[in-house]
């Protein structure tokens, strides 16, 4: 496991599972952007002050490959980790079931940045976030 810069523990609510007991593939993004929000909130860089400042940070495209299932009741870890390509911010997502570490699946998510809906190639909040997490 590459260590992670964030991480953010969870567990399955009933309502989650799908007809076969396992987590519906959909929560999965729900459980990564809840992770990439608490990880920005943490480091002081919040959505709605950023969309006050005309700066939307949006998910350009999303890759998601499912390993292992999750079941209702298990608990388990999100965890995050982050680089700058280009005009992208590329988040790096793993879920790995708790106690036994188990990998659920990876994700991969491209955010950009919208300034007043054009978009940009950098934004210096996420961009001094990136420098601070360096030293």
């Known amino acids: 496991?590459?260590?992670p810069i964030y991480q953010l523990e969870f567990k399955v609510r009933d309502y989650e599972c799908d007809l076969q007991g396992i987590v519906n593939n959909a929560n999965?993004?729900?459980y990564y952007?809840?992770?990439r929000h608490e990880?920005?909130?943490e480091h002081a860089v919040g959505f709605d002050e950023m969309h006050q400042q005309g700066i939307d940070f949006?998910?350009?495209?999303?890759?998601?490959?499912f390993k292992t299932p999750l079941h209702?009741?298990?608990t388990f870890l999100s965890t995050l980790n982050l680089h700058h390509d280009g005009i992208r911010y590329c988040f790096h997502q793993k879920i790995y079931r708790l106690p036994d570490m188990k990998l659920?699946?990876?994700?991969h998510v491209d955010?950009?940045?919208l300034d007043n809906g054009k978009l940009v190639p950098n934004c210096p909040i996420v961009d001094e976030l990136m420098v601070s997490l360096q030293k």
Not at 58 to 65: D, G, Y
Not at 104 to 107: T, V
Request: charged residues 20%; glycine residues 0%; aromatic residues 6%.
């Open 33 to 35: 952007e809840h992770t």
């Open 1 to 3: 496991m590459e260590t």
């Open 111 to 113: 955010c950009v940045i």
């Open 104 to 107: 659920c699946n990876i994700a």
């Open 28 to 30: 999965y993004q729900h």
């Open 58 to 65: 949006v998910v350009a495209r999303v890759e998601i490959n």
């Open 72 to 74: 209702s009741k298990d």
């Open 39 to 41: 990880f920005l909130l």
